[in-house]
């Protein structure tokens, strides 16, 4: 009976330490912020993290103050995407995130170059000919 209560004690302090263990490799994050060239919060933009070893990706979207959070990450090498229409597409590579390593990257987004390219597609009435006739005539002018 001892050595039964002893195994079962065994197998629970090893489910114990298994479950800390994933938790700890799941409290890493990403927490930050999106801004534009003068530093104002860019609210709306889609921030995609990419883990670069499995190209597992989860998306989010930033608050009124430009502000994301992505938590419970494994620790990896992370790559973070930032769109918003209007702006480039603004990439950081090579985030690396350890056990319990909270990233805090702060994001500027640049206006995208806008070339515009305008078509006038339109009609003009042809001009008919028919029955030109040919006017002779002497023009004179008073001075």
Same mark, same amino acid.
């Not at 039964?4 to 912020?33: D, H, P, Y």
């Not at 103050?65 to 090579?94: I, Q």
């Given at each position: 009976?001892?050595?039964?209560? !002893?195994?079962? /004690?065994? @197998? ?12 700890? *490799? ?10 534009? *060239? ?6 709306? /933009? ?6 670069? !070893? ?48 909270? !990233?805090?990257?702060? @994001? ?6 806008? /070339? ?5 597609? !339109? ?10 006739? *040919? ?9």
């Amino acid at each position: 009976m001892t050595r039964r209560l !002893g195994t079962i /004690a065994l @197998i629970a302090m090893l489910s114990f330490t298994t479950g800390l263990r994933a938790q700890e *490799s799941a409290s890493s994050g990403i927490v930050g912020q999106v801004v534009d *060239s003068t530093k104002g919060a860019m609210p709306g /933009a889609t921030v995609t993290v990419i883990n670069v !070893g499995t190209n597992a990706q989860r998306v989010t979207t930033t608050d009124g103050e430009g502000r994301f959070s992505v938590p419970n990450l494994l620790p990896a090498t992370y790559t973070v995407r930032v769109e918003l229409s209007g702006f480039a597409t603004t990439e950081v590579k090579g985030l690396i995130l350890r056990n319990g390593e909270i !990233g805090r990257p702060t @994001i500027t987004l640049g206006l995208v170059n806008v /070339a515009e390219t305008v078509t006038v597609v !339109g009609l003009s009435p042809l001009l008919q000919n028919g029955g030109a006739r *040919s006017v002779q005539g002497t023009v004179r002018f008073r001075f």
